[in-house]
T-cell receptor, first 111, second 113 residues
Framework: LAKTTQPISMDSYEGQEVNITCSHN???????ITWYQQFPSQGPRFIIQ???TKVTNEVASLFIPADRKSSTLSLPRVSLSDTAVYYC????????????FGTGTRLLVSP | DADVTQTPRNRITKTGKRIMLECSQT?????MYWYRQDPGLGLRLIYY???????NKGEISDGYSVSRQAQAKFSLSLESAIPNQTALYFC????????????FGEGSRLTVL
C-alpha cells in the first residue's frame, strides 16, 4: 500500500479556499486517491475520489498531476462546519482494496 | 435508522474481561471492516471481510478476533481486554459497485480499566 504524507494541521478563515496536499511518491499504477472527512467522535465520511487530472463534485475538487505522486484536495469557500480532520488514502481499484488511513490533516476554520 | 449500527456505543470494562462489539448493516454490502482510532491519531485497520466466508487480518489484529455471522453482521471480540485497547472502534462497509466508498458506523467507545 502506498504511504501518504499530509500536513498535520492547517488553519483558515471562513470564506477562504483551502488546499490540502497529500504526497504519495510510491503510488502504484492501479491506485486510486480518495479523501475522507472526519468530525470528532464520528466515523469518516467520503468526500471525493480520483485517478488522474481533476475531479469535482458538489463539495470539493481533487487535483492530481500527471506523475500522480501527489494530490490536492481543494475546499472552496470554507465555513466553520468544515473544521474537521481530512484523510488522504491511496489504494487499488475501488472496491477491491483495503483502505488504510494515516493521521490526516486537522483543519481549523475560524470566523 | 442508521445504515451501519454499532453496539454498544459506550462500554467500560476491566482488564481481563471478554468484550464483544457488534456491527450490523442494512446496506446489503458484502465487505465489512473494523477500525480502531486512538486520540489524535488516524484509523487503523484491525480486520476486514470481503464476504461471509472471508476473514483477513489488518494492521493490528493481535489481541482481537472477529466473526462474520451473516452478510449483515460482523462482530469484533477482545478475548482478554487490556488497558491499551482503550479506543474508539469503528465498523464500516463497502461495495465495489459504489466505488469502494466506506460507510462508517457511529463508533463504539471502549474503556478498559
Amino acid at each position: 500500500l502506498a504511504k501518504t504524507t499530509q500536513p498535520i494541521s492547517m488553519d483558515s478563515y471562513e470564506g477562504q479556499e483551502v488546499n490540502i496536499t497529500c504526497s504519495h511518491n510510491n503510488i502504484a499504477t492501479n491506485d486510486y486517491i480518495t479523501w475522507y472527512q472526519q468530525f470528532p467522535s464520528q466515523g469518516p465520511r467520503f468526500i471525493i475520489q480520483g485517478y488522474k487530472t481533476k475531479v469535482t463534485n458538489e463539495v470539493a475538487s481533487l487535483f492530481i498531476p500527471a506523475d500522480r505522486k501527489s494530490s490536492t484536495l481543494s475546499l472552496p469557500r470554507v465555513s466553520l462546519s468544515d473544521t474537521a480532520v481530512y484523510y488522504c488514502l491511496v489504494g487499488g481499484v475501488p472496491g477491491f482494496q483495503k483502505l488504510v488511513f494515516g493521521t490526516g490533516t486537522r483543519l481549523l476554520v475560524s470566523p | 435508522d442508521a445504515d451501519v449500527t454499532q453496539t454498544p456505543r459506550n462500554r467500560i470494562t476491566k482488564t481481563g474481561k471478554r468484550i464483544m462489539l457488534e456491527c450490523s448493516q442494512t446496506k446489503g454490502h458484502d465487505r465489512m471492516y473494523w477500525y480502531r482510532q486512538d486520540p489524535g491519531l488516524g484509523l487503523r485497520l484491525i480486520y476486514y471481510s470481503f464476504d461471509v466466508k472471508d476473514i483477513n487480518k489488518g494492521e493490528i489484529s493481535d489481541g482481537y478476533s472477529v466473526s462474520r455471522q451473516a452478510q449483515a453482521k460482523f462482530s469484533l471480540s477482545l478475548e482478554s481486554a487490556i488497558p491499551n485497547q482503550t479506543a474508539l472502534y469503528f465498523c464500516a462497509t463497502s461495495d465495489p459497485g459504489e466505488d469502494g466508498e466506506l460507510f462508517f458506523g457511529e463508533g463504539s467507545r471502549l474503556t478498559v480499566l
